[in-house]
């Protein structure tokens, strides 16, 4: 007998829950995309988009994912042949210097593990080494979905000040925007990729570049850029379309109006402190579990997790077997361990990943890891004791 019926539960790490409000949004017929409110809403949502990332600076935004996103940034600053740094945290990292290299640059890979942050140290050394300053960009990724790794953003700017090297600070913020603090202005950074997918609220379909003026210029220095992927129009349209670059996504749009509304009625400090409350009773619990079982978090200092996913070890069989169960006895669907292997589990079963990103309260995490421990139950997969209880006490407190 299967207990999966009823309304089902995404605990992946994006696509996130979309909220209720959100989908109210989108639902309605095509509108018109020359005048009227759709074309008026546009000025207030980019300021609100800018609210979010903690910029004043420029937004464009694309109809893509973020890998469409990544694209767009790098194809606005970088050449081919230029040199990118890529100090590696996980899968995406790697994927974002792998687009780099599809576009003709030198790529420059600063492995720091699976399990640790970027070490800014490292990185300044790297950059004074670089007298020539042939480094024309520092590709970070704030939080890596694949590992749940999250680096500390404002110290590679620091790193880049202190080596005195003019290269472009790049932050992906897919995973952690709307769930980790952030702060783009503030940091130092000079242009940062997301997508709607995660902490925005709102389904895939709509990749965010937001840059500086220290980006802008370098723009205007390119040889060549795709009028598709400019970002110059889409930043300071003369018309309604050139902010999408033709055909608005209008459902997308009229989603993340909603999606902002939510987010800035609570506020971004409140949003901040809610995923870190959360994040916190998953890893209670799952600390835990650990204690009488194989369950291990992939980062074992607190400070360096992200608050929006938690990347875990479980070993083989029991990460499939655990997937497997909770989705189709339980109705909760929990995330495979993407880019993560071993030399006896090449393809990566034994991981798993639990999502904690965007629409989601107190209930729908408890629900979560219940579920989680009725399944170790279920499949004779030994825990240790007081998991529920211990995350219970971390939303308490």
Known sequence: MSLANGRTYLAIPGPSVVPDAVLRAMHRASPNIYEGELVDMMPDLVADLRRVARTDHHVAIYMGNGHAAWEAALSNVIAEDD????????????????????????????????????????????????????????????????????????????????????????????ASLGCDRFEMDAWGVDVMVTASQKGLM???????????????????????????????????????FQYFGGTAPTHHIYGLRAALDLIHAEGMEAVWARHEKLAS????????????????????????????????RLGTPHGKSLRRWSEHEAGVTLGIGLGMSEPDDPLGEGFLRIGHMGHVNAHMVLGTLA???????????????????????????
């Open 83 to 174: 040199l990118v740094l890529i100090p590696s945290t996980g899968r995406f990292c790697e994927g974002w210097g792998e687009m780099a290299s599809g576009l003709g640059a030198q790529v420059e890979l600063m492995d720091f593990g699976m399990k640790s942050p970027m070490d800014a140290g490292a990185i300044e050394a790297r950059l004074r080494a670089d007298t020539a300053h042939k480094i024309k960009a520092v590709l970070a990724v704030h939080v890596d979905t694949s590992t749940s790794i999250k680096s500390d953003i404002a110290a590679v700017r620091a790193a880049l000040d202190a080596a005195g090297h003019p290269a472009l600070l790049m932050a992906d913020c897919i």
């Open 281 to 312: 009773a998953v890893w209670a619990a799952c600390e835990a579990w650990g204690q009488g079982g194989p369950l291990t978090l992939n980062v074992a200092d607190r400070a360096h997790r992200s608050c929006a996913v938690t990347a875990l």
């Open 202 to 240: 709102v389904t895939p379909g709509l990749g965010v570049v937001f840059f500086n003026d220290r980006a802008a210029d370098v723009r205007t220095r390119m040889k060549r850029v795709s009028r598709y992927w400019d970002w110059t129009p889409r930043a300071q349209p003369a018309h309604f």
């Open 371 to 397: 579920s989680m421990q009725a399944g170790f139950e279920a499949l004779d997969i030994p825990f240790g004791g007081g998991a529920l209880d211990g995350a219970a006490k971390a939303l308490s407190i």
